[in-house]
């Protein structure tokens, strides 16, 4: 009840606390709590998109509908101290947001479909056998930036600069295409994180239903880059030919590698990065060749990374060099830098948590937005909408008209724009479809049944 007071008096001051023919001021402190939070999810958070997409068509009055699906998904909320609720479910919509504004969580997390309720997990528990399990699970990955500390210069850790996040791009690109040339997925969500990294939701009926084993078969077909940060090489490629899925990837790693990141990360300048790229070579001769050259103190007026990187290309790929081992080197620095670095057991398990689309990260105050997939290369997150900017704009909005119109036009409605008509509806399009061919099989088996 006092959050709730809290919450009207604050709003109260800033739309009417504005005194007559002074120019009123928007600005919201930057940062974030569980007072702007509480605004977020009273004004912002797409509960009915989010219901919507979780109950993937069972939420309509189809005769082929299952009213418990949506109850048998976990939530899990992270509330203020880090106090951690799992295993929560929810009826509806109503129940859903009712829960979610009351308790204000600072971070939810989206779990698997049970095969009963979770919140009464305990009570099937008692009746033993193997009663409370996950039954359905979108396919996730989770990509992490800081996961490529070994490779990037220009930030660590949880920081992250326009130099460094295109390697998030690279990662989309190349995961997104395998997703739906390879293994034919069509409903597949890509999120920024909030902070460091892209999180992706395969959303196809046929993914949902993967078990951990086919799951992990997936994550080990797109899995190239192995080994650790103390490990020389990482990424060992074999073969005359490349696999179709490496070669196409191998086209967007060159791009990336040899326009930008080269450049950008000054990986033939230092002595100390570039030793750890002639130890990936293992031709001695080379090694030494390529070292001689690059102590030489003399200046050019070419870039020294583009100069360097076109020298060691050319020795390791010259006609003399006939050991493929030796000419696919040029490939596996290129991957080792930049391919995509999955942590495995998020995409492995079915029963594995991920944080939810339009979540505030609460170190940063970004909102966890989706990503077009087809122009991620312009996806920024420094311009991210934020939770300060979001109230701003609410300020300014709600002394005009006020409503759904105001939500549009803030920055976070282009994303939720994006959302509803590049994602949810063509995935409950094709549920809707998926649903009525089930039922009308099952009815064609039953009707089958009786006449015999």
Not at 385 to 414: D, F, I, Q, Y
Request: glycine residues 6%; contains cysteine; hydrophobic residues 35%.
């Amino acid at each position: 009840m006092a959050r709730e007071e809290a919450e009207d008096t604050r709003e109260d001051m800033v739309i009417d606390g504005v005194e007559e023919g002074h120019k009123p001021n928007y600005e919201v402190p930057d940062g974030f709590n569980s007072d702007y939070l509480m605004i977020y999810y009273g004004k912002f958070f797409p509960y009915a998109e989010m219901h919507k997409w979780m109950s993937y068509g069972n939420d309509g009055k189809h005769p082929g509908c299952d009213q418990s699906y949506f109850g048998r998904r976990e939530f899990s909320f992270t509330l203020e101290n880090d106090i951690y609720v799992r295993f929560q479910s929810f009826n509806d919509v109503a129940d859903l947001e009712n829960a979610i504004k009351k308790k204000c969580p600072f971070k939810i997390d989206i779990g698997p479909v049970y095969s009963v309720d979770p919140a009464k997990r305990n009570a099937y528990a008692q009746s033993g056998g193997n009663v409370f399990r996950p039954v359905e699970r979108e396919l996730v990955f989770d990509i992490d930036i800081s996961d490529y500390d070994d490779v990037r210069f220009c930030c660590k850790g949880a920081d992250v600069c326009s130099e460094c996040w295109p390697l998030m791009t690279v990662a989309i690109k190349i995961i997104d295409t395998a997703l739906r040339e390879d293994f034919g997925f069509n409903h597949i969500l890509w999120v920024y994180s909030g902070r460091r990294g892209v999180h992706c939701w395969v959303c196809d009926g046929k993914a949902r239903r993967l078990d951990d084993g086919q799951r992990a078969a997936i994550v080990n077909y797109l899995h190239v880059h192995k080994g650790n940060e103390h490990s020389i090489k990482k990424v060992t490629l074999v073969g005359q030919t490349f696999h179709p899925f490496i070669g196409r990837s191998a086209e967007v790693v060159k791009e990336f590698f040899e326009e930008k990141f080269v450049s950008s990360q000054n990986l033939f300048s230092d002595e100390d990065r570039y030793e750890k790229i002639l130890e990936m070579i293992p031709d001695e001769s080379i090694t030494s060749e390529l070292r001689g050259k690059w102590q030489d103190k003399k200046r050019s007026r070419d870039d020294i990374n583009v100069v360097r990187w076109g020298q060691l290309k050319h020795l390791l790929q010259s006609g003399k060099q006939k050991m493929l081992g030796v000419r696919r080197c040029v490939e596996e620095i290129m991957f080792t830098f930049t391919y995509p670095r999955l942590d495995l057991e998020v995409s492995k398990h079915m029963n594995h948590l991920l944080k939810a689309p339009f979540c505030i990260h609460p170190k940063t105050g970004r909102v966890c937005v989706p990503i077009d997939p087809k122009h991620c290369e312009d996806f920024d997150p420094s311009s991210a909408p934020t939770l300060s900017r979001l109230l701003e704009e609410l300020n300014m909005g709600a002394l005009g008209n006020g409503g759904e119109e105001v939500l549009e036009n803030t920055s976070l409605g282009k994303s939720l724009r994006y959302f509803r008509s590049s994602f949810l509806h063509p995935l409950l399009k094709s549920c809707k479809e998926d649903i009525e061919n089930a039922y009308a099989a099952k009815v064609q088996q039953s009707s089958n049944s009786l006449s015999w």
